[in-house]
């Protein structure tokens, strides 16, 4: 019979983080001040971070001890597990072997509070009292919601409008743990007014959410600071537990992956399964392909530009090199709320230009038609996020049919869609479209780079 769990005991839990920083095989670029257009100084980051997670940011150390409050709230669903889809397999008749890591099984469904709780625990060791954050489909949001309640820290939280409405029981996850949920753009901050100004039935963005909370926090006088939850490394070294339980766990299957995939919309799912399996492509010689994949409508690696931009809409977080749709950046409506940022973190997309990593985009119809595959088979609903990743996954298992070849698979499934019933629901009532980014928009949006030297 053919084995299809490979459980991790409890105590196998990572110690340590895995830092891309010292194994990237091109120098990182600086981070720029907003205004001045010059490196950031830790006095300008620590308005919005605490020090050790800044200290993060630039540590050339390999591996960065985690915690043991991170650890013991950590267990509380981590290991998670590594599946292989035989269903799936069979069902597409294809030679590949299929494996899939289950972040779905976190108390809030997804990844995403891997960097939550230890963004909280920093932040508490730190003296803070109350954090502010932005979420887009709502997960980021549950998962700052859940580690601030552990922590005891207070929480505000800018949702993007349009997930808000599409998405109302993540925000009530959010409301039970504690946090106060606005839909963004709101009337409290100036870059929520300008924007309703400017069109007061807008559907907002996460750039726009972003510049709500980074404003909140730098003008509360010290009373705030404020979270980020993918793009940034420390975000995406928290994240790495998820590979480097891979690791092991394809060890126990005894088999190695040819190829690697994960949904990318800032880069915290994808790097936290790829970056372990990247560190052996860089440092130990394997040949394993590694695939960011994206909605071909916030096509920010495979259309955008790869240069200095804003981290937000309003022009107030830090300026950072990245592939970019340009920070005005308004995406449509589509339900990978997740997948709806205009840039993509530094670390990916410096590995993407240097050609260590494969950067696609895919449709959101052919993402949907993925994902309920993949359900029928092995019975768990992605979260439209994941389903990206699903997708190329069922792709290359095609691919290696065509060909008769024997593939290794591993895809991150980030997270389930028990809370996107009304995605689903519409897909299979046949009032999904795909959107297509207009090449107009993108070159408009680039006029509005900053003028880095």
């Not at 060890?251 to 992956?257: I, L, S, V």
């Amino acid at each position: 019979m053919t084995r299809r769990q490979f459980l991790l005991e409890e105590s196998r839990l990572p110690k340590a983080w895995y830092n891309i920083n010292p194994d990237l095989p091109v120098p990182p670029q600086p981070v720029l001040h907003p205004k001045t257009l010059e490196p950031v100084t830790p006095d300008f980051l620590s308005v919005l971070f605490p020090m050790a997670l800044i200290q993060q940011e630039v540590s050339t150390e390999r591996y960065l001890e985690i915690p043991e409050p991170v650890r013991e709230i950590y267990r509380l669903w981590r290991p998670t597990p590594l599946l292989r889809a035989t269903r799936l397999e069979k069902a597409l008749d294809t030679p590949a072997h299929i494996y899939f890591k289950y972040e779905g099984v976190s108390p809030v469904g997804s990844h995403k509070p891997n960097t939550a709780v230890p963004q909280a625990f920093y932040n508490k060791e730190a003296g803070t009292k109350a954090l502010a954050t932005e979420t887009g489909a709502g997960q980021w949001g549950s998962a700052m919601a859940m580690a601030c309640n552990f922590f005891g820290l207070d929480l505000e939280i800018f949702m993007v409008k349009v997930s808000y409405h599409q998405k109302p029981y993540r925000r009530v996850i959010m409301d039970n743990f504690g946090a106060k949920v606005f839909a963004s753009p709101t009337d409290r901050t100036h870059a929520g007014r300008a924007a309703l100004a400017a069109d007061p039935e807008s559907p907002g963005s996460l750039g726009l959410a972003i510049s709500e909370a980074v404003e909140t926090a730098a003008t509360s006088g010290g009373a705030r600071k404020y979270a980020l939850g993918s793009v940034l490394g420390h975000v995406l070294t928290h994240q790495t537990v998820i590979g480097l339980e891979a690791l092991e766990q394809m060890e126990m299957a005894d088999e190695y992956p040819d190829f690697v995939i994960g949904c990318a919309g800032g880069g915290s799912s994808f790097a936290g399964l790829a970056y372990p399996f990247l560190r052996e492509n860089l440092t130990n010689g394997k040949k394993t392909k590694i695939i960011a994949v994206e909605p071909a409508s916030c096509p920010s690696m495979t259309r955008g530009k790869y240069a200095f931009d804003y981290g937000d809409t309003a022009a107030s977080a830090p300026v950072m090199k990245m592939h970019t749709l340009g920070h005005t950046f308004i995406p449509p409506s589509i339900h990978a709320g997740g997948l709806r940022y205009h840039g993509m973190s530094p670390s990916v997309s410096a590995l993407v230009d240097h050609g260590d990593v494969e950067a696609r985009a895919v449709k959101q119809l052919e993402t949907f038609a993925a994902a309920v595959e993949f359900s029928r088979a092995e019975g768990i609903l992605p979260a439209p996020e994941s389903a990206h990743a699903v997708r190329v996954a069922i792709d290359e298992a095609l691919e290696a049919k065509r060909k008769g070849e024997k593939k290794v698979i591993l895809f991150n499934l980030s997270g389930h869609g028990h809370f996107d019933m009304m995605a689903y629901d519409a897909y299979h009532r046949g009032q999904l479209s795909d959107h297509e980014y207009p090449q107009s928009q993108v070159d408009e949006a680039m006029t509005h780079l900053p003028k880095v030297g």
